[in-house]
């Protein structure tokens, strides 16, 4: 048993931490240039051949940085549906896709193709109409297509329960990122604000809720690694633990985010509250996480079916949502 | 990263895991806890049964009777005592406390004597730290000692010591210097509980059980070889055992907390449990699953590092209000039926005497409050309070 990240998972934390701080917004091919859209892709089909472990370490780090962009849409989301020659398109960064699993699409704006769900299949979407939503959160656009029809076949609808475990997982390790920066902005606002002669980290008022805060996020980390290492590594054919495991840390990581986030508004008190601070957009970006795909009561009311061993349970990873295209459009 | 086990890791549970199957006696086996249990005879031959097989002291050095072993043995150790619902050793301070405390700072004449009968049961050890006016703040230790020629002479009160009724050895703390205040002055000794002027008395707490107890020391003669560390360095040598009592712990934590949300869904699926209550079940097993992936973590950075994570600081704090949750959803779901007790309840009472026990978790072993500000000052860096 070895629960640590490898040096050179390390040093890609680092050097996604430091471009980021330099590239807010980096484009598709600048991150392609870094390998990142090709991490888990075969070597034979231009990628690293790595793992989700690794992607995990920049999802968290993407999640940090507040990135906006299709990397969560088509490492997460659509993936595991594409056929090698697609993916290799991914790995050289020629193309990103989104896909159409929910009513509301993510990362629609700057995705340069669509997949769609329709009857047993994953397919294509040619033409169509692409509405961007206004959001709360402006980090990840959110949009509708309409029309279009189904083009090529990319996958049976088999391979969800793989994208919903990846997805889950992906935004509970986001959720990660963006807490983990929210309760640094805290820490280091607590140990140097001074109000009754004192730094305010030293009231146990405002020091308890933070180690509240540092204690919710590292649990909510160890799930969302412990999801990450089991999309790497389980069996498909025995996909129930991932699925638990993707569930337990979307479910746990979301809320942690909010929370954390809102610890660390009250620290920063009137600061916290201004449209200037970062904090607000870190707020956001944990609600959205939260409200994107199932909530956290619909995956427990999932893992307790599947704890309760009930005869009608339904394996989390196999609902499906109702998607807004069938086939043939 | 890499969560399974190792080859040898797995030879290792399933070695175990078979021992398990045949050797915890029926009688013992899903026992409900507290220390009173340790009394009878059959706990004293269980845990000299773990001792004879070589699962006791598994991480200790082969020269002091351990097994020389890695961490995650200790670690698949405690899940597959967990999953047998195996009763623990009862040398639990012994083996948790005293015995981690002689081997960094005693003599080798202290642990050739101490350590071997630690881990083979033949003599149970008690703590004597907390006092009526040293709690939380330990620094606030008067129970005296005073060098006369070859003994410190000792005279004071402790309190809330889990396993005194049943000591042959207590580790004490006490004021050598009595100008001294606060963390100057202390010296930490080992006392023979069966001295003349030792007296223990029991505690009856919230679940009617006596599981700790009063101390009193009255002109007690300790032999001056039983120092521990040196005269005045009693504090460094409190803070040793404290890190052993915290840090050693959270695998044993995270297995007791397995085993009662496993119970506890057994229960839900024995009587019924509706949406909300499912709601709650689902969160306790994710909590679960949380500290155990919290420990692993912080045992590899150990395992790698030699210094366990500072994420493993939080595990003590997560499960005893865990805890806490889970027998309470328990009592909820047995309905009118928890106002009863003993043999008149469902499964003999275990939910009612586990709720009341459990409130005794985020006050032992440091309370709740002085763990969160260890976790503030400690690990986030804030600056301190006091």
Known sequence: ?329 | MDLRDTREEAAFRAELRAWLEDNVPDELHGHRGGAARFDGPEMRAWSRALHDAGYVGLTWPEEYGGGGAPYTHQAIFLEEMARAEAPTHIGVIGLGMAGPTIMAHGTEEQKARYLAPILSAEEIWCQGFSEPGAGSDLAGVRTSSRLDDAHFVVDGQKVWSSFAHLADWCILLTRSDPDSTRHAGLTYLIVDMHAPGVEVRPLTQITGEAEFNEIFFTGVRVPAENLLGEIGGGWQVAMTTLLHERGTLGFALQAALEVQVLKLIALARDRGADQLQRDRIAREWIEMEAVRFTNYRSLSALMKTGLPGPEGSISKLVWSEANQRVTKLALEILGPDAALSEGNAPYGGYWQYQQLRSRGNTIEAGTSEVLRSIVAERVLGLPKSR
């Open chain 1, 1 to 329: 048993m070895d629960f640590t990240f490898t040096p050179e998972q390390d040093a890609l934390r680092e050097q996604a931490r430091e471009f980021l701080a330099a590239n807010p917004e980096p484009s598709w091919a600048q991150l392609a240039e870094l390998g990142w859209t090709g991490v888990s892709i075969a070597e034979e089909d231009g990628g690293a051949g790595l793992t989700f472990v690794e992607e995990a370490v920049l999802f968290e780090e993407l999640g940090r940085a507040l990135y906006r962009g299709p990397y969560l849409s088509t490492i997460a989301l659509t993936l595991p549906a594409l056929p090698d020659d697609l993916r290799a398109e991914v790995a050289s960064g020629r193309t990103s896709w989104t896909l159409a699993f929910g009513p509301l699409v993510p990362d629609l704006d700057t995705a340069e193709r669509v997949a769609i769900v329709g009857g047993d299949g994953i397919f294509e979407l040619e033409g169509g109409e692409r509405e961007i939503l206004t959001t709360s959160d402006e980090s990840r656009p959110l949009g509708v297509v309409r029309g279009g029809e189904a083009g090529r076949r990319l996958a049976d609808t088999t391979v969800l329960i793989e994208i919903e475990a990846r997805s889950q997982t992906a935004l509970a390790l986001e959720a990660c990122g963006v807490a983990q920066r929210a309760l640094e902005y805290a820490i280091e606002y607590a140990s140097t604000r001074e109000q009754f002669g004192k730094r305010i980290g030293v009231y146990q008022a405002v020091s308890h809720p933070l180690a509240d805060a540092y204690t919710r996020l590292e649990l909510s980390r160890s799930l969302a690694l412990w999801a990450a290492w089991c999309v790497a590594n389980e069996n498909p054919q025995t996909w129930t633990r991932p699925s638990l495991a993707a569930a337990a840390a979307k479910s746990s990581a979301a809320e942690t985010a909010v929370a954390v986030c809102e610890t660390s508004i009250q620290v920063l008190g009137g600061i916290g509250f201004t449209w200037e601070h970062e904090l607000h957009r870190l707020y956001k970006r944990a609600l959205g996480i939260e409200s994107f795909g199932a909530s956290g009561t619909r995956l427990r009311a999932e893992i307790a079916a599947a704890l309760l061993n009930e005869p009608e349970a339904k394996v989390p990873g196999s609902s499906q949502v109702p998607v807004s295209v069938t086939e043939g459009g």
